[in-house]
């Protein structure tokens, strides 16, 4: 039985605790939070978990194996760091860390102390990205061309990361699974509300070796929430809505066609649309599930330290980008902004 203490219980914390108690081979043995009025939350929730104020009594309590991290992104290296020195496994909400160096000292203490050191990149765990990397994997798309995604919502307005470290991130985990090569340069613009604060929209273009490109719209601006996927192949495309009910993911076959039915007319495209059945497992709770599985085998999980330092490379590169005044910033195959 793996024993798990999740520290923070704001936004996503509960959401963890939540899976982590339902999940077989796991216990949710404690909940931290500096805020009393959060515990008692969890306390409604989970009357059985240990509540605590306490982050070095809980990292010196032998019965914690492993720790799940949803807190501020700037607190996440500290608290991750802490965990793994005192031996616990860790599971980190995204990002991984607010910067390279800090997600390699990350990786390497966990490899060090033979520790599991996973990131939650949710949507790597959707049925629907499954799908869609099923559908690039065996070549039913074709030759993959351009990824064209937009996340949109009025809120929630973060001040510790600006809105691609919190929005866009998710894209560049899922593109970080999808694709096997990485991006070479990105390109990156926005603007915030006023002086000095995080970006509160933004533009994100990924430049691939090749001729596939990436584009991310994010914004904390929109008086309306979207969550759009569009990925196109030589041979067909996919959208994919996140907020659909049924038939998130739509296929589009493409064929060239002679709409006059002459033989010198111009060819157009014309596309007829299938929808994979998905699974409608929560994704978290793939995600849980997989990080006790990985504790338990030893095995290397999906969205490793590995995964989490590719996020955070690009996503450097692009505040390198908008500091610069949205000039293209390269980035070499090791990961190291150029």
């Known amino acids: 039985m793996i024993r798990v203490a999740v520290v923070g219980y704001g936004y996503w914390g509960p959401n963890l605790t939540r899976n982590f108690s339902k999940a077989p081979g796991c216990e949710l043995t404690a909940v931290c939070d500096l805020s009393v009025r959060r515990l008692v939350q ?7 978990a240990h509540l605590t104020t306490d982050w070095p009594r809980l990292l010196a309590d032998p019965s914690v194996d492993a720790v799940a991290i949803a807190t501020p992104a700037a607190t996440h290296f500290d608290l991750a760091l802490g965990a793994l020195r005192a031996g616990k496994h860790v599971l980190v909400e995204k990002p991984l860390a607010r910067a390279i160096d800090e997600a390699l000292t990350l990786i390497e203490e966990s490899e060090r102390r033979g520790l599991v050191l996973m990131v939650d990149h949710t949507f790597v765990f959707s049925p629907s990205i499954q799908a869609i990397r099923e559908l690039l994997t065996s070549g039913a798309l074709g030759e993959p061309c351009y990824y064209d995604s937009v996340r949109l919502n009025l809120g929630r307005v973060r001040s510790d990361v600006n809105v691609l470290w919190d929005l866009a991130a998710h894209d560049l985990s899922i593109l970080d699974h999808l694709l096997a090569a990485p991006p070479a340069s990105v390109l990156a613009t926005g603007v915030a509300r006023a002086h000095g604060e995080p970006e509160h929209m933004a533009y994100l273009t990924l430049l691939f070796p090749g001729a596939f490109m990436a584009h991310v719209h994010a914004s904390w601006l929109s008086p309306v929430k979207t969550r759009r996927v569009l990925i196109g192949g030589s041979g067909g495309s996919v959208v994919y809505d996140d907020l659909e009910p049924v038939d998130k993911v739509k296929v589009y076959e493409h064929r060239l066609v002679n709409g006059s039915g002459r033989r010198d007319a111009v060819p157009h495209r014309r596309g007829e649309m299938s929808a994979p059945r998905l699974g409608t497992r929560e994704p978290l709770r793939t995600a849980v599930e997989h990080f006790v599985e990985c504790i338990d085998t030893g095995r290397r999980p999906i969205t490793d330290g590995a995964a989490g330092l590719r996020v955070v490379r690009l996503l450097e590169a692009a505040s390198r980008s908008l500091e610069a ?9 090791e990961g190291v902004v150029a």
Not at 325 to 333: F, N, R, S, Y
């Open 325 to 333: 005044g949205a000039q293209v910033v390269a980035v070499d195959v």
């Open 42 to 48: 969890a306390r409604r929730a989970h009357p059985g």
